[in-house]
């Protein structure tokens, strides 16, 4: 039973990895976009918005059920404090980057604007919204653990139908938004782990077909004959997403050389707090060529160099920052290991 167990949950962390291929895909997209050097790409990205969270979140909730047995007092000892010190620490160093590096990404109110920095405990406006979403999610889940199951997943489906239905809840602001539209995969995934991984256990060729399948035929739905105002259908795109994710992780991680995905996933925290730091660098250096016509003609293949130069960038510097301990885990914990292992850290409570 237990190396049925292991060998099922070897998939997580090659799902992880392909959410943070992704992730950084996105946001090179996002912010080339900003020197019209994205090419074709913007509309990609909305494809991409669909399957990385979620997975996240959903990877995330798995390992969340223990939490809700604890006392108030032992939830913010033993997770809300970390995430609350993680998500102020990576504000301020960003903050302190961009005080350096100039923020040429105009959509966006400059990060070192005072009212944004005093707002960032109530109001997230950084790609670092995913920690303050987990610090809201678990205590959630906390408070509302005395609910009947069913009652807590009908209505985190009903504010996530709302929330993913362009014009019905839309809060205006990052972090926000997102807790809306994700909290349904924490949730489940807080419920359902020993089915979650049952099912990952009968996972065949088959089902990967008939997701991919469906994912593509919502994608067309919803991209390509902008149909994203029917209620409900980014939510079940997302839906579908996610469970195409873990199918294809389970099938896929037993392919030897994609191994370099399980090691990705393993590090993708690390990868996802470093890698904006490193694509707005990039967005800093390329800003002076970005009338350049071969650069312009090089806008559908740049965001994927970029992409790829910045995670394995991210991940050797990762490595090499791994000895700085108080950048991954906090040190308020009471339980601090000496060094922090090749292994995402906190055990699954981040990516």
Do not use: C
């Amino acid at each position: 039973m237990k190396e049925m167990q292991t060998e099922n949950r070897e998939w997580i962390n090659f799902a992880k990895g392909a959410a943070i291929i992704l992730v950084v895909l996105y946001h090179s997209s996002l912010f080339l976009n900003d020197l019209g050097l994205a090419g074709s790409t913007p509309r990609l990205r909305l494809l991409l918005s669909y399957f990385p969270m979620p997975v996240f979140f959903f990877i995330a909730g798995l390992t969340a059920r223990r939490m809700l047995t604890w006392n108030l007092k032992d939830l913010w000892r033993r997770r809300l404090l970390v995430l609350v010190y993680l998500y102020l620490l990576w504000s301020v160093i960003r903050v302190v980057f961009y005080l350096v590096v100039p923020h040429l990404r105009g959509a966006e109110r400059s990060p070192t604007d005072l009212l944004n920095i005093v707002l960032l405990p109530v109001w997230p406006t950084s790609s670092y919204w995913f920690i303050w979403a987990l610090a809201i999610f678990t205590l959630l889940a906390w408070l509302l653990r005395k609910l009947p199951i069913k009652l807590q997943l009908l209505l985190a489906g009903v504010v996530a139908i709302l929330s993913t239905t362009p014009g019905v809840l839309d809060l205006d602001n990052v972090g926000w938004d997102r807790v809306a539209a994700n909290f349904i995969f924490f949730i489940t995934a807080v419920y359902f782990p020993n089915t979650i991984y049952r099912l990952a256990a009968r996972v065949r060729v088959w089902h990967a077909i008939v997701l991919v399948a469906a994912y593509i035929g919502l994608a067309v739905l919803l991209v390509a004959l902008h149909l994203s105002r029917v209620p409900g259908l980014i939510l079940l795109e997302s839906v579908v997403a996610v469970a195409m994710g873990v199918t294809l992780a389970t099938l896929l991680v037993r392919v030897r050389w994609l191994n370099f995905m399980s090691t990705l996933g393993q590090y993708s925290f690390q990868i996802y707090l470093l890698h904006l730091f490193l694509v707005a660098s990039s967005l800093a250096l390329l800003a002076p060529l970005a009338g350049s016509p071969w650069l312009e003609r090089a806008g559908n293949a740049l965001p994927f160099l970029l992409a790829a130069i910045v995670l394995v960038a991210s991940l050797y510097l990762a490595k090499l920052l791994r000895r700085f301990s108080f950048l991954w885990v906090s040190p308020f914990r009471k339980r601090q290991t000496k060094s922090v292992s090749h292994r995402a850290p906190l055990k699954g409570d981040l990516l």
